[in-house]
């Protein structure tokens, strides 16, 4: 008989849909054959070209660098990791219950045995209809702050581009740009007002 084992997988905010698998046994980290070359110094930010009328920037670093992003990930990490300790502790219950019944093949009596298979089906039954409510209730969070991250969000990006009068903003990831002025990356810019109008938004009296 066999005992389902499943994990949750941590997922981040703008990160694809949680995973369940088997968690794998921790490996100490392979030695690189050839070591890397020291990272290029960064580069200081370009004055945004003068007259420009069209700009981009880079969705996912608002979401990974501005204050709302990193809290709506963390409010998606507890619920995950709250879910990983429950479902380990029934994981634990059924690899329990298959090891009992391992090992008393010889002298539990048939009603015994029949009991325990009994009840190791149903906490295989149980480990499953909980990692699927667990991974629907993990994606229904990480979809209502998706929504709320990008409502909020829009109305800056407005502001940002009305006040350097835009006519476009193009979205780094999405829109398939081969090159481009650094100048004209609006990601830094947006964050900072990103994170004002949130960060006055959640004061009272504002």
Known sequence: MRTVVAALALISLVASSPV????????????????????????????????????????????????????????????????????????????????????????????????????????QVEIQRFTQDAQAEVQELQQELQADFQKKLIPVINTVATDMGLQMVFSQVDSGIVWADTGLDLTAEVIKRFDAATSSAAKPGQ
């Open 20 to 123: 369940f698998a088997q968690a794998p046994a921790p490996q100490a980290p392979a030695k690189p054959a050839v070591q890397a070359p020291a990272p290029a110094p960064t580069q200081p930010p370009r004055p945004f070209p003068q007259g420009a009328k069209f700009a981009y920037l880079n969705i996912q670093r608002v979401a990974n660098e501005s204050a709302e992003g990193k809290a709506a990930t963390a409010r998606v990490k507890a619920l995950n990791d709250k879910k990983v300790a429950e479902l380990n502790d029934k994981n634990k219950q059924a690899q329990a219950a298959k090891q009992k019944l391992d090992q008393g093949q010889s002298v539990l009596s048939e009603q015994a045995r029949g009991q325990l298979e009994k009840e190791i089906e149903r906490l």
